[in-house]
């Protein structure tokens, strides 16, 4: 079987508008106004690779003293020393709060042949309830891989499978373990419902790189949206998932590509990628657009715990908070010199970022 190569961004993810000046200026929309949350975080920089190209992909927080990241860490002692040169790159790391502890993620996918999963996304329930993007979905229990799903048809599966060949998955979603629903390549959307899956139409041929849901504090609504782009030529989409029904929303004012989602659902919705764009409602047609004074930068990934308290992320270390009031660039703390960072996520006050800085992973933790 082919090895996935899960990480990836394209070129065009981490690019710099023509206009951009060398460095981001600190944006302050409330200058007379009080802030909402503090900015007023400290950070900490990880680093691992000297065997190959290495990434974090996704970033899953239980506490601080619970973090797992996922990805491909390719150290100098990946590759097998027996002689056959194989690479058996790690494919997760785990913080206890005072260190990184790093995981192989050996499937047993025939009696014959065993690959390493490189997650692309990470949603945790528990420490011991984790699940992993990597082609197909796959469950974890804090050791080892216990369950594996592939749901692609790809030569040799040896499952049933529900997608398309092309149609592996990149990015997961989920309430619980009996809710949880899956995005990747190709407009694959499939849905989890504790005992099987089921392929959602999602009426759309374009990657998907994220999906997020909320659920809504005065209705009891579940809100949950995906997005997805083409790089060239240039397309968007914007989805929005009700149980299995999916629907397309407008991108309208959206030109290039999107890469995150993140909301409060029936107060502020927004979505990264070529520039930040929000809206107040989902009736609402137009989305606006951020100026560039705030980031000249690609954003790749949004997270918050409120409206006033969000995360976004992306190229050369670009690292922004709003805390109601003001946008803040912690570039200089955060900075990557030759990549940045594709995924956030966030939980008090504690932040995790995490992407590559040429032949290495990286990845910024930040505390308040």
């Given amino acids: 079987m082919t090895k996935y190569i899960l990480f990836s961004f394209c070129a065009l993810l981490f690019f710099v508008n023509a206009d951009c000046k060398d460095e981001p200026p600190t944006k302050d929309n409330g200058k007379n106004l009080p802030d909402t949350t503090s900015h007023n975080f400290t950070w900490q920089t990880f680093t691992w690779g000297g065997g190959g190209s290495s990434s974090i992909n996704d970033v899953a927080i239980l506490s601080d003293t619970d973090i797992w990241v996922v990805g491909d860490i390719q150290l100098s002692d990946s590759i ?9 790159p790690f494919g997760a ?29 990470i949603i945790a329930f528990s420490s011991t309830d984790i699940w992993f993007a990597s082609g197909g979905v796959h469950r974890f229990n804090g050791t080892q891989v216990t369950e594996s799903y592939w749901l692609a048809d790809w030569p040799g599966n040896p499952q049933t499978p529900i997608l398309s060949q092309e149609q592996r998955i990149e990015k997961l979603w989920g309430s619980s373990s009996n809710n949880i629903y899956a995005v990747g390549r190709s407009g694959a959307i499939a849905h989890y419902n504790g005992s099987s899956w089921q392929k959602l139409e999602s009426g759309t041929t374009l990657d998907l790189h994220d999906i997020y849901g909320a659920t809504n504090d005065k209705t009891g609504e579940q809100q949950i949206l995906a997005v997805g782009s083409r790089n060239l030529p240039f397309d968007r989409v914007i989805l929005r998932v009700q149980g299995t029904s999916v629907t397309t929303l407008s991108s309208d004012s959206i030109e290039y590509e999107l890469s995150g989602v993140w909301f409060k659902p029936d107060q502020h919705y927004y979505v990264v990628g070529d520039g930040i764009f929000e809206k107040n409602t989902l009736n609402e047609n137009t989305w606006k657009n951020k100026p560039l004074d705030i980031t000249p930068y690609y954003t790749a990934g949004i997270t918050g715990n409120d409206v006033n308290d969000v995360f976004v992320v992306g190229a050369y270390g670009e690292c922004l908070h709003w805390n109601g009031v003001s946008w803040l660039s912690f570039r200089e703390q955060t900075y990557v010199g030759n990549g940045g960072f594709g995924k956030v996520a966030m939980k008090e006050n504690l932040v995790v970022a995490g992407g590559y800085d040429s032949q290495n992973a990286v990845l910024v933790m930040g505390k308040r």
């Fill in 80 to 88: 097998a020393q027996d002689g056959s040169g194989h690479n058996f």
């Fill in 93 to 121: 790391a785990h913080w206890d709060g005072i260190e990184w502890k790093l995981f192989r993620l050996p499937v047993f996918v025939s009696p014959t042949y065993t690959t390493y999963l490189i997650p692309t996304g």
